[in-house]
Each structure stands twice: as C-alpha cells, then as structure tokens.
C-alpha cells in the first residue's frame, strides 16, 4: 500500500491560478527520510590539521562576534570559517593564522591528527563532535589570551574566564581507547557511544559552571535585580549567547560543516494519474 499526503484541492488551485507554488523545506516534508544525509568526514593528518586549524579560527569568529552583540541566529550559522583568506590584508588574519599554527601544534591535536588522518578513520558527525568537544577549552583558552594581548577584552574579563575554562579533558585516553579499536569501525563507534554520558555531564557541568556565576562575560551582572544590560539587551540572552560559544560550539561548527555542504533545499512535489 502506497500512501500519500497531500494539501487541500482549494490550496493547489490557488498555487495555480496565482501562478505560484509553495517550495516546502526538508522539514516540512511527509517522510522523515526526504533530504536525509549522512555525512562523515575522512582523510590524512594533513587534512585533519586543516580541519582543527578551521575549527580555532571559527572558534575566534564565534568570540568576536559575541563581543559585537551579534543575534543567535548570527552565532549558530555565521560563525564558520571556510577560507582564513577572505580577511586578506585585515589584522584579524594574522590573528587567525597565528592561532591555527600555534592549535596544531599542540601535542592534543597533533594525537588527534595522527590517530585519525594515519589510520584513514571514517568520522560521523556524532564522533566529530565529541573530538571537537575534547580540544574546544584549550581553543577557546587560546582564543582569548591572543584577544586580551590585542586589547580586544579587558585583561581582567579574559582572565577571569581563563581560569574557568582551565579544566582540560584527557585526550589521550581518548585517542588510547580508538586506537585499541581503530581497525574496527563497529567497535570504535560503540567505543565513542560509550564515551557519550561522560560527553553529556561534561557539557552539562559547563552550563551548570556558567550557570551558577552571577557575573555574565563583557556584559554585567545577571541577579535578578538587574535583569537588563545599560544598552536594554537582556542578561538572560546574552547568557544563553555566551553558552553557544562556551559550551556548545562543537556542535554549532559541526552543523554548519554539514550545512556548508548541503545547503538549505526546497521542494515542490507533482503528482499525476495515468
């Protein structure tokens, strides 16, 4: 049995005496499975160390546009720097070309870079996301001392999240427990499935951390007495603003990947008896 949804007769005949049609989005449609795509990511170290390098200078983007009071909408899908070079001839390149250098040659990534790109490692986006989750402190921590030297935050302000930021998670037990399983792709999937309830208290304590400080980055205080910044932008949005790029950015970068390579599509379906 074949079954069909379709729109009322009157809507179609409208679309068609106006001469317009209505393009649905992949969310719209009636099968979940219409524009599903599975998405990995595979190749050598060298590849690896361009992703990472992508990875911090989308992680600087991401700061300095929560520095500039950009919307969330701005944070979760303009934050990702495909190509380092459209800031040609601007400061901010050399800043980001800096980071990148300085990010992969960090014994962390550089473990990443070989265990994954030596052995031709196939990535899910789930599996991208846990390894970006291990390395995002130390990226954002980088981030921010290279902000506060060029006085784009107050030494103090930068300082103060540093030393929250501070708490590093183990990548080499991460890269010990792929390695033991790297030559079988089930098993080293159900290894990093496993890691995910430790992934999720991570990121929950980060919010919980966040959460119980009353002073909010660059943007005052959030008690309840003042729940308005001096310009009229609420403490509250701010808040969740600096979670998206304190906690959540693996996850934001990872979909913009995804998003990059299969932009936003829309569909208009015909059907028609013989």
């Excluded at 099968?31 to 595979?42: C, T």
């Excluded at 473990?111 to 995002?136: P, T």
Aim: net charge negative; aromatic share 14%.
């Amino acid at each position: 049995m074949k079954l069909y949804h379709y729109r009322s007769i009157n809507s179609a005949l409208l679309e068609i005496e106006n001469g317009t049609f209505h393009f649905a989005s992949k969310e719209e449609l009636n099968d979940p499975l219409e524009g599903f795509v599975r998405v990995f990511w595979q190749g050598d170290k060298m590849a690896w160390e361009g992703l990472f390098r992508h990875y911090i200078y989308s992680v600087a983007r991401a700061l300095e546009l929560y520095i500039l009071k950009a919307d969330d909408e701005t944070l979760y899908h303009g934050t990702l720097v495909a190509d380092v070079h459209c800031y040609k001839n601007n400061f901010f390149e050399k800043i980001l070309l800096k980071l990148g250098e300085e990010f992969i040659t960090d014994t962390d990534v550089q473990n990443l870079a070989g265990v994954y790109g030596d052995n031709c490692l196939k990535v899910s986006e789930k599996e991208l996301q846990y390894i970006l989750f291990y390395i995002h402190n130390n990226a954002l921590i980088k981030c921010l001392e290279e902000f506060k030297k060029n006085k784009f935050v107050p030494a103090e302000e930068a300082e103060k999240q540093i030393k929250l930021l501070n708490f590093l998670l183990s990548v080499e037990k991460l890269v010990d427990a792929i390695k033991k399983v790297f030559s079988n792709e089930k098993m080293r999937v159900q290894t990093i499935e496993s890691m995910e309830e430790i992934f999720e208290e991570m990121k929950e304590f980060s919010y919980i951390m966040k959460g119980a400080e009353n002073d909010i980055f660059l943007h005052g205080k959030g008690s309840e007495e003042q729940i308005y910044n001096n310009d009229g932008n609420s403490v509250v949005q701010q808040h969740r603003k600096w979670l998206i790029v304190m906690a959540d950015f693996p996850k934001v970068f990872v979909a913009q990947l995804r998003d990059m390579i299969y932009p936003k599509s829309y569909v208009v379906c015909f059907s028609k008896k013989k």
